[in-house]
């Protein structure tokens, strides 16, 4: 029953996710977007303006915002420049130009944005694209997941290392996750996904970034609106929180507050490493063959050390081996 809860779960959300993003697919046809068209009749500047969007993901009207403390944009008149102005972090602004200079070698294109209607100017995209992110809050969340990358990901793994001393600590021993503690193959499911994340991740940027680049300008939770990697992708996003959700609550189906806490968190603990390791393995090739066995691995572990296989005359609390019930106490005997 509990497993057909988190599976009707994880399908209204994809269907909740359809229905408000069908408008806004970023992969979607000229036809969706009431484009009617057709190559041939394309005027020079719409095919350039075209060819734009698709290369470098956004076009005119696209909205930015300034996460640099400060851009100086230059006011041009008569071909001249003016005169400057500034936009700071936070401001809004919107793309109202882009003029292509082929003539220049440092940088062939130049944007034109603007805050408000007395504040706008020109300034070369190799200097806006890197201080501002697009205007969605998955984007702005993919930017600064990206730029504390580090912070984020080595303070998971401290956690985790944290949580393991303690309990060696309080109980002693040196096995990660300890086998014995709990009946669930939720974490052993957790490590998977997140391993196959991982390897998704980073085939998707040794491969075809564009398509990434793509999804970060114009992002949706909805899988069915992208092409099948970016879907995968998203897909096992989903899978991963909804597995951690039942992670959470088989957890304290079986512990008290703080040993539950320091569980989880070895739990994600683990999980970053194996995140880290597939994808430091992937882009040379080795992820590839070790993801298999890593995934045959855990079954084992599961099934040889985990899966209760005794059962409580007494009050029917699963139990790992015979002997007495952890729940109620009684004795267990084989024979």
Known sequence: ?????????????????????????????SKETGQTDSVPQLTRMKADSLKFRLTHHY????????????????????????????????????????????????????????????TMGWIKESELIPNVVPDDILSETLSLMTDSRAVWMFS????????????????????????????????????ILTALLSCTYASIQKFVPEYWQEFYYNPTLNPMQLPTIMSLLV???????????????????NFYFVPGIIYLSETLGLGMLVYLFFSWTTPIGIGYALLPLFIIALVWIYFRH????????????????DGHCRHCGTYNSKE
């Open 59 to 118: 076009t005119e009207n696209y909205n930015f915002r300034v996460k640099a403390d400060s851009l100086k944009l230059i006011q041009i008149e008569s071909g001249y420049p003016q005169d400057t102005c500034t936009i700071y972090r936070g401001d809004l602004i919107v793309v109202a130009k882009i003029m292509l200079t082929p003539t220049d070698t440092t940088d062939t294109v130049w944007v034109k944005v603007g805050r408000d209607q007395f």
């Open 1 to 29: 029953m509990k497993n057909l809860i988190y599976i009707l779960t994880f399908i209204a959300c994809v269907i909740a996710f359809a229905c408000n993003d069908s408008d806004r697919s970023p992969f979607s046809s």
């Open 306 to 321: 985990i899966r209760c296989t005794f059962i409580c005359g007494e009050c029917g609390y699963r139990m790992f081996s």
């Open 235 to 253: 897909t096992l996003v989903w899978a991963i929180a909804i597995v951690f959700i039942a992670v959470i609550d088989d957890v304290y189906n």
């Open 156 to 191: 998971i793994i401290a956690f985790g290392t944290t949580a393991f001393f303690v309990r060696r600590y309080r109980n002693g021993g040196l096995q990660i996750l300890k086998f014995n503690e709990m009946d669930s193959f939720y974490p052993i499911l957790f490590l």
